[in-house]
């Protein structure tokens, strides 16, 4: 069984930083592109960053401006997030979603965690 | 960049009724490969029902079914059930650069 779980969210001040993670595990994790999506409070779903198996090719949404870095530890099945200079429009849910049969679409999704971005 | 709109925003409808969801893209999809659907109840994860635009994901019920091409696509739920009620959102892939969207999501109330 497929299993992603995110860990790292909390309250931060605006300008802060915040490394999450996503543990996998059900699967090769070293095979698959891995995610980031995030949702705010009330909202639909946003895509934040992709990174392929390798590590080699990660890609981000422009609205992040080069603040936030995807990586991955393929010996430790793990994504990560890290997040710098956190704004409040930032607060969010954030997913940690696995692309393990094309890249077009996100099969598994964690439950997430929330990042709060207040002062 | 290609956006996504979903009509309507909030759908309300009665166990046992269809239901049909749109969604119109701003441009023609590259291929319909690209589009897919998924669910989210409150407080849970989305999950994926349809990718390709009509293939179902591993365990969808066959009640749940997509279809269109280029700008318009439809996920259409044949005989509403209680756990149907949720929110949908549409979501496609672009390669040039490499980035996803999604819909702004339509909302499926019991009448």
């Known amino acids: 069984e497929v299993q992603l779980v995110e860990s790292g969210g909390g309250l931060v001040k605006p300008g802060g930083s915040l490394r999450l993670s996503c543990a996998a595990s059900g699967f090769t994790f070293s095979y698959y592109t891995m995610n980031w999506v995030r949702q705010a409070p009330g909202k639909g779903l946003e895509w934040v960053s992709s990174?392929?198996?390798?590590?080699?090719?990660?890609y981000f949404a422009d609205s992040l401006k080069g603040r936030f870095t995807i990586s991955r530890d393929n010996t430790k099945n793990s994504l990560y997030l890290q997040m710098n200079n956190l704004r409040a429009e930032d607060t969010a849910v954030y997913f940690c979603?696995?692309?393990?049969?094309?890249?077009?679409?996100?099969?598994?999704w964690g439950q997430g965690t929330l990042v709060t971005v207040s002062s | 960049e290609i956006v996504l709109t979903q009509s309507p925003g909030t759908l309300s409808l009665s166990p046992g009724e269809r239901a049909t969801l749109s969604c119109r893209a701003s441009?023609?999809?590259?291929?319909?490969?690209?589009l897919a659907w998924y669910q989210q109840k409150p407080g849970q994860a989305p999950r994926l029902l349809i990718y390709g635009a009509s293939s179902r994901a591993t365990g969808i019920p066959d009640r749940f079914s997509g279809s269109g091409s280029g700008t318009d696509f439809t996920l259409t739920i044949s005989r509403l059930e209680p756990e149907d009620f949720a929110v949908y959102y549409c979501?496609?892939?672009?390669?040039?650069?490499?980035?996803?969207?999604f819909g702004q999501g339509t909302k499926l109330e019991i009448k």
């Open positions: 990174i392929s198996s390798s590590g080699t090719s990660k």
């Open positions: 979501q496609q892939y672009g390669s040039s650069p490499l980035m996803y969207t």
């Open positions: 979603a696995s692309a393990t049969n094309s890249w077009y679409y996100f099969d598994f």
């Open positions: 441009q023609s999809v590259s291929s319909s490969n690209y």
